[in-house]
């Protein structure tokens, strides 16, 4: 009697082994690599978004640089940045966003939207337009009057035109032409906000 029992502990145990050990030490070892993961994706996530500011260099650094090109060469580190509405950056933009984002880098207060920002600064006849202007568009109806669009002027082309840096809805941070058909048909003005490299609007406290 006692043999038999003492075979079936035996029996027992070596089922426990063979058969519910790999499932216990599988289960630790999925909770363990669940874990990492996890914390992969927030150790990623962060540095998709506070982090990433400290990666851009810092306007301070651009010695013996004016205003315009400091903001200018500022400005076109953001390039290929997405675009997401009502986003003021660092990690994704919209249009007003970006521009709010990248004059707050010299200190200098911008307004919240295209539209509010188009009331800033002195107005711009096209043909005077300078490098570190903001120039506005109408938005995706053509035949409105209302601003819907701002970019920043980083290089001017003979005949009026112009090259800016702006958050493009399909392109995000990107540097376009004037002359481009949509924008061209756009056109609503020009603001300057930093005159010889003086700023124009009051800077940040």
């Not at 029992?5 to 363990?32: E, G």
């Not at 800033?120 to 409105?144: C, E, M, P, T, Y």
Request: net charge positive; proline share 3%; charged share 25%.
């Amino acid at each position: 009697m006692n043999n038999t029992r003492r075979k079936n502990n035996i029996l027992h145990l070596l089922f426990i082994i063979i058969f519910l050990l790999p499932v216990v030490s599988f289960d630790v070892w999925s909770q363990k690599k669940e874990a990492s993961k996890t914390a992969e994706n927030k150790q990623t996530q962060i540095s998709l978004t506070g982090d990433i500011d400290k990666l851009l260099p810092d306007l301070s650094s651009y010695t013996g640089k004016t205003t315009v090109d400091s903001l200018l060469e500022y400005a076109s580190r953001l390039k290929g940045r997405p675009y997401c509405r009502g986003s003021k950056g660092p990690s994704s933009f919209d249009c007003s966003g970006f521009t709010y984002y990248v004059f707050k880098k010299i200190a200098l207060k911008l307004n919240a939207s295209s539209a509010a920002q188009y009331l800033q600064g002195a107005h711009v006849d096209k043909q005077n337009i300078q490098r570190g202007d903001l120039v506005f568009f109408k938005g995706r109806n053509a035949a409105s009057s209302r601003v819907g669009h701002v970019g920043l002027v980083s290089d001017v082309l003979p005949d009026g035109k112009f090259k800016f840096i702006h958050a493009s809805c399909s392109k995000g941070i990107c540097e376009e032409s004037s002359d481009a058909l949509y924008y061209a048909k756009r056109y609503v003005g020009a603001r300057r906000v930093i005159e010889n490299n003086t700023p124009i609007l009051d800077r940040l406290d």
